[in-house]
């Protein structure tokens, strides 16, 4: 029986064998395993893409969150400005005139009344100042402007009652239709029903243009004015001081 | 023949997996040109054993996040130097002789053509002996290398290519009778 030993092992082959042992790999092969293996260890093969990003995509996120918080304060703040003057202007309703308004249900902005007060008086100014000399002739306003808001036709029959008063007593306060139809007030001829109010502004202004000429001793220009004034608002009454004032037409101081 | 010591080898892969790239130097000089002279006596050529060479270092070190220290770096390493040469056989269609355990032909033909010298120059039995390894059926010779060359016992050997310890056992005992055989001697 063959000792197990030695059938599995042979000293003679074994150290002949490692006598023969010389080859050994060549120097590139070396370098070129040795130059993957530390490439592998610097760049690791298996990184997840959370690892790749790292803290760049957090310091991203907290950079836009701090910039978009920072618009909307600044919006926010910015708002405010921008809203409250017209908020203010548009919403403010300043306690009403008396007289000013009759109807209530149309409460006029502030700046639009102010505006459109100014332009009124910037054309009576025009009328009065520059064109009533020239034009003792009709003006062309043959009827008041359309565009002017139901207000100012609401303020006319204000005014124009006021305006009315002092001249007589016992002109009616407001006009009206049946005033009007009854003819209760004599010489005075009341806005007809239905017909276009003129502005109580401009018609004052012009009537006082006419008391201001009398007084200048200029009765030929008065009574054109006036004879202008009657072409464009013929029912609108004229205080009896200005008729008394005016000679009649014809009968003229030689 | 005295055993290789791996006693540090386990460490230095670990370190490597660490990401010591020196400590991967140190590993591939202890085991460079035994294995290299594994994969020059398995194959049929310098040019292909040098490519399978280098795929087995490349396995290792790609396997590397995986390595345990639950068995010696030297059985894991052949391991994968094993099972690199059996895909090239199986590329070859020389898969076959992987499954020859025994086969005296090789021997007996190898014997009756060239008798040794019994005084024969030792380069010339060194040269002898390379010639009947190479004679040696793949399995059988591989057991052989596996023991003279890497240095495993024969336990490790059977670990290293997937067999029982007996099978192991056996090949070696045919390689060993043929290799006398073979050199002029007794089987």
């Not at chain 1, 063959?2 to 370098?31: F, I, V």
């Not at chain 1, 907290?62 to 203010?88: C, F």
């Not at chain 1, 459109?116 to 003792?136: C, H, I, N, Y």
């Not at chain 2, 033909?109 to 030792?122: H, K, M, N």
Request: hydrophobic share 35%; charged share 25%; proline share 7%.
């Amino acid at each position: 029986m063959n000792d197990p030993d030695k059938t599995l092992h042979d000293a003679e082959l074994s150290n002949l064998y490692q006598r023969s042992r010389r080859e050994e790999p060549p120097m590139a092969l070396d370098s070129a395993i040795l130059s993957q293996a530390r490439q592998a260890v610097e760049k690791p093969a298996h990184k997840p893409l959370w690892r790749h990003i790292g803290w760049r995509m957090p310091l991203a996120t907290v950079a836009v969150a701090m910039l978009t918080v920072s618009l909307i304060i600044q919006m926010k703040q910015e708002q405010p400005e921008i809203l409250a003057p017209a908020s203010r202007e548009m919403f403010d309703v300043s306690p009403m005139e008396e007289g000013t308004f009759m109807d209530e249900d149309v409460p006029e902005p502030k700046m639009e009344r102010e505006r459109r007060a100014s332009s009124v008086q910037k054309k009576d100014r025009e009328l009065m100042g520059e064109t009533v000399p020239e034009a003792m002739q009709a003006p062309a306003l043959s009827a008041p402007s359309p565009t002017r808001s139901p207000a100012s036709r609401q303020m006319f029959k204000q005014q124009s009652g006021s305006a009315v008063a002092p001249a007589s007593n016992n002109a009616p306060a407001a006009a009206s239709a049946d005033s009007l139809k009854s003819g209760a007030v004599s010489g005075k001829l009341q806005p007809e029903a239905g017909a276009e109010q003129p502005s109580g502004l401009q018609t004052e202004n012009w009537l006082q243009r006419i008391r201001q000429l009398i007084d200048q001793g200029k009765q030929d220009e008065a009574r054109e004015s006036l004879n202008a004034f009657r072409s464009a608002y013929p029912a609108y009454p004229i205080p009896e001081e200005i008729i008394s004032a005016i000679e009649p037409a014809g009968v003229r101081p030689d | 023949m005295g055993r290789r010591d791996d006693s540090g080898d386990e460490e230095l892969m670990l370190r490597y997996k660490a990401g010591s790239a020196d400590a991967f130097s140190l590993l591939y000089g202890r085991h460079k040109a035994p294995l290299y002279r594994y994969m020059l006596r398995s194959c049929e050529s310098k040019a292909v054993a040098e490519e399978l060479y280098q795929d087995v270092w490349i396995s290792v070190i790609q396997a590397r996040s995986h390595y345990t220290a639950s068995a010696k770096f030297s059985t894991w390493l052949y391991s994968i130097a094993s099972n690199r040469l059996v895909d090239h056989y199986r590329k070859q269609g020389r898969w076959e002789e992987y499954l020859v355990d025994d086969s005296d032909e090789y021997c007996a033909v190898a014997a009756s053509s060239e008798q040794p010298e019994a005084q024969a120059d030792i380069n010339q039995q060194m040269q002898r002996l390379l010639y009947c390894l190479e004679q040696l059926p793949p399995p059988q010779r591989q057991v052989f290398l596996l023991k003279e060359e890497a240095g495993l016992s024969l336990k490790a050997v059977a670990a290293s290519i997937g067999i029982g310890v007996e099978a192991v056992k056996s090949r070696m005992r045919y390689a060993l009778g043929k290799l006398r055989l073979c050199m002029g001697g007794e089987a």
